[in-house]
């Protein structure tokens, strides 16, 4: 699904207003073609805003939402269907790219959205169907509840968060990973592998994290970013092609950090 176009996407939590919907649109200038938003962000008009004003053909164009994270009110069939809709709406578009079942709270709720979301890719609304933050036994479920390809999981993966069982499993599937918190938010700066990497290129730790996700077959890596500085430098990471001694380097760091964990999770 992802391609050499799509692979580094714009993720835009916290990115609201006319200030946010001009980062957006400057991140479509530069070169993204990867919108990566939620309903739980409150930011659908502003991406729909920014699309809107950019001179960038919808066609190449792949934007991706999310509905159902645990933090929504009581998730019913109808509640999906009415959050698909609505995001539509506020995207100002007549096909989503990728729809993710944001957060399942329980197994529960993966049997009440995915059929849904299923439903919307039949009927042509949604182009694909993905979930996201779901484990490896939530993916067996998945599997076995809908006819259609998952295509994607978005997980929390940086070099401080490998997720090497995760793409062990997924490895020869079709399901892709996405990569959110790909700099862990800040955390992968100070990491001594990714810092000698970034002086040994004269380029920043940001943009070695990234080029390292982008370097694992079937990652895509969606970083966020309010600076127009920074979405610029993040850009260049799609052009970087890490050594394999540089990869290395950096899947030998022995760490492991989540920025994302809710008690109740059993990862
Ligand atoms: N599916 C889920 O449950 C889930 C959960 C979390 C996140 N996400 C998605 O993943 C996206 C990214 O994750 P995230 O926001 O958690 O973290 P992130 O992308 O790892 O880090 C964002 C932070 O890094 C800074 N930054 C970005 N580029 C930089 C650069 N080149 N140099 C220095 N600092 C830089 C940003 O600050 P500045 O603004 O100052 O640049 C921001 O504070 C989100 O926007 C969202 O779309 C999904």
């Known amino acids: 699904m992802f391609d050499s176009e799509t692979e580094l996407g714009f993720g835009t939590y916290s990115l609201v207003g006319d200030e946010g919907s001009a980062v957006i649109e400057t991140a479509l200038e530069t070169?993204?073609?990867?919108?990566?938003t939620a309903r739980l962000y409150g930011n659908e008009s502003e991406v729909g805003d920014a699309i809107a004003a950019s001179d960038v053909d919808r066609d190449d164009l792949f934007v991706?939402?999310?509905?159902?994270?645990?933090?929504?009110?009581?998730?019913t069939p109808e509640y999906v269907r009415t959050a698909i809709d609505e995001s539509l709406e506020r995207?100002?578009?007549?096909?989503?790219?990728?729809?993710?079942?944001?957060?399942?709270?329980?197994?529960?709720?993966?049997?009440?959205?995915?059929?849904?979301?299923?439903?919307?890719?039949?009927?042509g609304a949604v182009a694909n169907l993905g979930v996201s933050n779901y484990t490896v036994d939530d993916l067996s479920l998945a599997r076995d509840l809908v006819d259609i390809s998952i295509a994607a999981n978005q997980v929390e993966?940086?070099?401080l968060l490998q997720q090497t069982k995760l793409r062990e499993?997924?490895?020869?599937?079709?399901?892709?990973?996405?990569?959110y918190s790909p700099l862990a938010q800040?955390?992968?700066?100070?990491?001594?592998?990714?810092?000698?990497?970034?002086?040994?290129h004269d380029i920043s730790p940001a943009v070695v994290s990234l080029a390292w996700l982008l370097s694992k077959d079937g990652v895509?890596?969606?970083?966020?970013?309010?600076?127009?500085?920074?979405?610029?430098?993040?850009?260049?990471?799609?052009?970087?092609?890490?050594?394999p001694e540089d990869?290395?380097?950096?899947?030998?760091?022995?760490?492991?950090?989540r920025c994302e964990d809710p008690s109740w999770m059993s990862w």
């Open 157 to 159: 993966m940086h070099p």
């Open 64 to 75: 991706a939402t999310k509905v159902a994270h645990f933090e929504e009110p009581e998730k």
């Open 186 to 200: 800040g955390e992968v700066f100070d990491q001594d592998a990714v810092l000698a990497v970034a002086e040994k």
């Open 31 to 36: 070169g993204y073609r990867h919108i990566d």
């Open 220 to 243: 895509a890596a969606i970083p966020r970013t309010s600076s127009v500085d920074h979405l610029r430098d993040n850009y260049r990471a799609k052009a970087l092609e890490l050594n």
């Open 91 to 123: 995207l100002g578009l007549d096909r989503i790219d990728l729809v993710y079942h944001h957060w399942p709270r329980n197994q529960e709720e993966i049997e009440t959205v995915l059929p849904v979301l299923e439903e919307y890719v039949e009927t």
């Open 169 to 179: 499993h997924l490895r020869d599937t079709e399901t892709q990973l996405v990569a």
């Open 247 to 257: 990869v290395k380097r950096i899947d030998a760091i022995d760490r492991t950090h």
